[in-house]
């Protein structure tokens, strides 16, 4: 509201033509805004400590706990304003400024998440996950702000926020003076960010529907016609915004330029000109290897935004498992496998750890069937099932006293095992089966017969699915009499 007059044409008109310099006109209306938003948090701050030493609090609440939720607020209320002088500055209208504020708060973070998971439709192996998994949300102020309590604000950031909260304020100030008061009403106040704004938006909604139909379809047509789509859509309703009327469609060329231009970077980015699809590392650099159906567990620990259950190491490092992952990868690249709707597919994702420190990582969609002889020799390794089942480390889980099974339809108890000589004796059965069990079964989920709950000790629980190929386990049910229990039969 304290810039809405330059956003009315008789109001710019009479605020403009006051003997006032632009500058002082905009300082002015700047701190007021900033006394507007500080002031009453002071207040506040200074309540809460009247009421900390003149009330019996049930909860405690330090000087320090006011202090920082003082300067937290303080700072991220004056990032939002100033974040919004800024985008007034350059709209005319007061509808487009909340718009354009809330797009600029979510900008950065949308645009990286829909580039690369557009790029992973592009690329064979572009991990798009496992860059999606890294704390995107941080950079988000909304999010931030909802995280202070748990989180609170690090110097890095709080001196990050001043600095765009000054960057924002001295280029708004900078475009203050250089606005022409007829700008009141019109969309974009400056000619200069009209093909900026109707390129961007044809660009983000071409992604979108690239983003949407790959997702939903998973077929490389039906990408490009969301491609096609949706940036045709955009790039004619921001012409609409900018003309306010729906007369646009004579401009047909500006879109054909557009569609050329993005066709040439499609076609570079598909023809792989860098060699990322093909990059492997030499097979001597290589110190341990990752295999696995999901990137999270190769994300390092400091760059997760959960802290995983199991926190032992998950990769391979003998010689000849390296040696598997490696040759399986490189039939990988030669094949170049493309997602399908059409066949049953797993995902495959492999990284490296080389010698020097540096980590590479590739994410595929591949049929397992195909590709079965290159699964057996590493999901039927040792190494690989003591990362994969929990129950065959050595370490990293607590005494079980509980074993119960669940019948998979309904998730419903059908027997549970509290005795502790015959937890050990059916450990040390179900262990044998998870040893011996073959690739096929790992890779096949038309095996399950239900689900085992370990709990253990210290209340965690092992939750496993029971298969028709464990056959210690069915041997050692039988030889109780509980077969017909666990399998929800008995009456």
Known sequence: ???????????????????????????????????????????????????????????????????????????????????????????????????????????????????????????????????LSQNLEAIVPFFRYLKLEAEPLTAGESLAYLLLIMVFLIFAIWLYQKRHSEAATQALAFPALRPIFKYGVAFCTMLVGGFYFGATQNQFSWIVFGYVTFSFIGFFVAEMIIEKTWRVF??????????????????????????????????????????????????????RSYEPFEQENQFLKE????????????????????????TEQR????????????????????????????????????????????????????????????TPETGEKTLTIIEPQQIDSFIEALKADLMEEPASSMLDDNVWEGDIELLQSDGDIIRLEWKKTYTHVEKWLKDHHLFEKAQGNAE
Request: aromatic share 16%; glycine share 6%.
């Open 319 to 342: 010689k000849e498992n390296i040696h598997a992952v490696y040759a399986f990868h490189q039939q990988l690249v030669n094949d170049q496998p493309k997602p399908s709707p059409f």
């Open 250 to 303: 004579h401009k047909w060329k500006g879109y054909a330029y557009f569609a050329a231009a993005m066709v040439v970077i499609g076609i570079l980015v598909h023809l792989d000109i860098t060699g990322y699809e093909k990059r492997l590392p030499a097979l001597e650099d290589i110190r341990q290897v990752y295999f696995g159906g999901s990137v999270y567990d190769f994300v390092e620990n400091g760059q």
């Open 1 to 131: 509201l304290l810039f809405r007059y330059m956003q009315g044409k008789q109001s710019s008109d009479f605020m403009h033509s006051l003997p006032v310099q632009r500058a002082e006109l905009f300082c002015q209306q700047a701190v007021f805004g900033v006394m507007l938003i500080v002031i009453p948090i002071m207040l506040i701050s200074l309540l809460a400590i009247v009421c900390r030493y003149g009330l019996s609090l049930s909860m405690p609440l330090a000087i320090g706990d006011i202090i920082r939720w003082t300067w937290e607020t303080a700072i991220m209320e004056l990032f939002v304003f100033a974040a919004s002088v800024f985008v007034g500055i350059m709209t005319g209208m007061s509808t487009l400024q909340v718009v354009f504020t809330y797009i600029l708060f979510l900008f950065p973070a949308g645009i990286t998440m829909l580039l690369l998971t557009n790029t992973s439709f592009l690329l064979v192996g572009f991990p798009a996950d496992y860059y």
């Open 347 to 406: 995902q495959v994702v492999i990284g490296y750890v080389l010698k020097d420190g540096k980590r590479m990582i590739r994410q595929y969609h591949v049929p397992s069937d195909q590709y079965f002889s290159y699964f057996q020799p590493i999901l039927e390794s040792k190494e690989y099932k003591k990362n994969y089942y929990l129950l065959l480390r050595d370490q990293g889980y607590s005494p079980i006293r509980q074993v119960a099974f669940h």
